[in-house]
Structure formats: structure tokens, C-alpha cells
């Protein structure tokens, strides 16, 4: 298996779309994950989406024109991860989660991108963690049957706060949605304190990977100080027959005080070092 190598367009905020994609291509990286977080990223899904034929073939012909390849479309409909989650008690909250996946599944299609990334839904107080964990399948088990019929892959990020906020509930979710995959990102875990080995289950199931640097308490950590053992994750990859892409996904926010390293730095070090792992 050799490793296939993405960097997240949101990882440079404060550079121009395009020179985000051009330094992405100095970089030597022909992948790159392509953030729709409204009120977030470069490209805002509210804009993006009032004619996705246009804004669609307009990003393919940038990518074309610098030789990169679109690896993911990760659609948030939210800056707040819970107001339009998939799963939300308001029935008309959901009908714009799901009219935005269509659009998004539109988008991608356009732009040549065979994978997108959602969340998996979160709790809510009006309800039951079971009546949460319900809708949320259902939700999914909706997306997946809108997917297929685009030939996409929908990969879904477990994360903190979500109803897969740790590795078992993650894996009772991907045994509960038939088709389901994951957007891995160890992070998430790792930042709570849970070792890889109770991770590792998962990437039998993982369909995209984020690679950046995480410590107990951190999200987000240099490669000095990351505790996360990327040359095991790449070798489990291998034994599993990974076949999707390794995505460099350092964020500069202030949430999580992700906006405490220097992020193009970082990138070319877990660059060159996932290289070595290939050779």
C-alpha cells in the first residue's frame, strides 16, 4: 500500500483560496480536503450552494489547473456542531441538514470528489441519549442510500461531545448503520486521555484519516510533543488494506487553542515523516 497524501484547505485561514491551493501543491500533496463549515472556512456552504453547478466546476478547474486532486468535501451546516447536526429534536432543522447533504453530494460529484465527511449527530437535553442515538441512525442510514447513488463514500468523524464520542460507541454505531465509514481523527480520543490500542479498532472501519499532532488535554500538538504512534496506525492501515487518503488537518482557531503552533511547519513534518513510512 502506498500512503496517498491530502491537506486540509481549512489548515491556512488567512491566506486566499487560491494560495491555499497553490501552497498545498508546492507542498508536493495532490489531495486536498475541502472544508464547507459555514461561518468557518473559504468556501461557505450557503454560497457554494446557490448554483453548485457553477461553484463546483469553478473549484475543479482550480484544482485541474494545479494538479490536485479533491479528497473530501467535509460539509458542517453549522459553526456550533449542534444547531443543524444531523439529529436535532426540530424537524425543520433536519430538512436543512439533509437538503445541504444533497447539495453537498451535488458539490462533490461536480468537483470530482469520490468521498464526503459529516458528523454522526450529538445529544440533546429534550431528549433521551437512547431517542439521540435513534434519530441518529436513521439519519445516517439516509445519507449513506443518498451517497451510494452518487457512487460517493460518506465518512462520518467520531468526536467529542457526539453520540460516538468514545471508541466503543463508535463501533456500536458502524455495527448499527450497515455501509457506514469513518473520517478518522485520533485526536479526538487522545485529548481525552484514551490510548490508541482502544482506538485501533476503528480503522478497520476508517474510509478518510486525519493526521495531525495530540497529547492528553491537547487536540492539537506539534510533532515534538504528539503521543499519537502514527508508524503503528500506518501499519494496522496496511494490514487492513487501507486504501483512502492520510489528510495533514492541523486547524488555526481558537478553539482548543488550535491557533498555538505553527501550522505549515507542522504539516511538512508529519509530511516527510509519513513519507518515510513509505519507503
Not at 508508524?231 to 492541523?250: A, D, P
Request: charged residues 25%.
Amino acid at each position: 500500500m502506498r500512503l496517498k497524501l491530502a491537506c486540509a484547505d481549512y489548515t491556512f485561514p488567512l491566506l486566499p483560496h487560491d494560495d491555499v491551493l497553490c501552497l498545498i501543491a508546492t507542498l508536493g500533496i495532490r489531495g486536498v480536503d475541502i472544508g464547507l463549515f459555514e461561518h468557518r472556512s473559504h468556501l461557505q456552504p450557503s454560497d457554494q450552494f446557490r448554483n453548485v453547478s457553477r461553484t463546483a466546476r469553478a473549484l475543479k478547474k482550480k484544482l485541474d489547473s494545479r494538479g490536485l486532486k479533491p479528497a473530501d468535501v467535509f460539509l458542517q451546516v453549522d459553526n456550533d456542531g449542534r444547531s443543524y447536526s444531523i439529529n436535532p429534536p426540530q424537524a425543520s432543522r433536519r430538512r436543512k441538514a439533509r437538503d445541504w447533504f444533497k447539495r453537498t453530494l451535488d458539490y462533490a460529484a461536480t468537483c470530482g470528489a469520490k468521498h464526503v465527511t459529516i458528523g454522526p449527530g450529538v445529544f440533546f437535553k429534550e431528549q433521551s441519549h437512547a431517542e439521540c442515538r435513534a434519530r441518529g441512525r436513521d439519519e445516517l442510514a439516509w445519507r449513506i442510500e443518498r451517497a451510494e447513488r452518487y457512487r460517493i463514500i460518506m465518512g462520518v468523524e467520531p468526536h467529542l461531545g457526539s453520540i460516538a464520542a468514545r471508541p466503543q460507541s463508535a463501533l456500536r454505531l458502524v455495527e448499527a448503520v450497515p455501509g457506514l465509514t469513518y473520517s478518522l481523527d485520533y485526536g479526538h480520543f487522545t485529548r481525552a486521555g484514551i490510548p490508541d490500542a482502544q482506538v485501533e479498532p476503528l480503522i478497520a472501519h476508517a474510509s478518510h484519516f486525519h493526521v495531525r499532532g495530540a497529547r492528553r488535554g491537547s487536540i492539537q500538538a506539534t510533532f515534538r510533543d504528539n503521543t499519537i504512534d502514527f508508524s503503528r496506525v500506518v501499519w494496522v492501515m496496511k494490514s487492513n488494506g487501507y486504501r483512502g487518503y492520510l489528510s495533514l488537518e492541523y486547524v488555526w482557531n481558537e478553539w482548543e487553542k488550535c491557533n498555538r503552533v505553527d501550522n505549515l511547519s507542522e504539516t511538512i513534518l508529519f509530511r516527510d515523516y509519513l513519507r518515510s513510512l513509505n519507503e
